[in-house]
T-cell receptor, first 113, second 116 residues
């Protein structure tokens, strides 16, 4: 157990709907990352936060995607007007100071019909 | 541009034998390498890592070897157990020595099946 929890674990939605995922890291994780994984691929970087500041965003993060980390604790990833291509596992990971490893949550699987 | 490559999508090994998973990278700035293990419907679990100043790191049944000149690393599992059956991802990052943050770049994974 990495201590990183994600909710919901699985979301099924219709195309065009908005979805929001939540990630709760442990308090020592001042850095928080979002990744996306599709079938047959490794996790792909989306964005990351240092405390509440969003410091980097991938080109994969279109303007339909927005992530926040208010107060530097939990984080949310919202996808607006979902498309079938958004179907994937969305992974959140925490990272503490002085460590090289990311500790992943169990992921939120999105299915867009 | 796939900076971290795992060219074998799958590997089957008998229980008790050695499993060797390979990974190649192209970005010479990478200075920290990690292996993650992933079961279906779960997030990746950190397994073992190695800094670019080393060429070997061992943790129980798991050993990671790094060949910087060849830009190649491998994960050895000895002896392999049925519970090791999972997808293994190689990942790399840079800036670890300077303390700067860098995202992890992952390979596409190798599915290991350990048979009885």
């Amino acid at each position: 157990d990495t201590g990183v929890s994600q909710d919901p674990r699985h979301k099924i939605t219709k195309r065009g709907q908005n979805v929001t995922f939540r990630c709760d890291p442990i308090s020592e994780h001042n850095r928080l990352y979002w990744y996306r994984q599709t079938l047959g691929q490794g996790p792909e970087f989306l964005t990351y936060f240092q405390n509440e500041a969003q410091l980097e965003k991938s080109r994969l993060l279109s303007d339909r995607f927005s992530a926040e980390r208010p107060k530097g604790s939990f984080s949310t990833l919202e996808i607006q007007r979902t498309e079938q291509g958004d179907s994937a596992m969305y992974l959140c990971a925490g990272h503490g100071e002085g460590t090289g490893e990311l500790f992943f949550g169990e992921g939120s699987r999105l299915t867009v019909l | 541009d796939q900076q971290v490559k795992q060219n074998s999508p799958s590997l089957s090994v008998q229980e008790g034998r050695i499993s060797i998973l390979n990974c190649d990278y192209t970005n010479s700035m990478f200075d920290y390498f990690l292996w993650y293990k992933k079961y279906p419907a779960e997030g990746p679990t950190f397994l073992i890592s190695i800094s670019s100043i080393k060429d070997k790191n061992e943790d129980g049944r798991f050993t990671v070897f790094l060949n910087k000149s060849a830009k190649h690393l491998s994960l050895h599992i000895v002896p392999s157990q049925p519970g090791d059956s999972a997808v293994y991802f190689c990942a790399a990052k840079y800036g670890i020595r300077t303390g700067t943050a860098s995202k992890l770049t992952f390979g596409t994974g190798t599915r290991l099946q350990v048979t009885l």
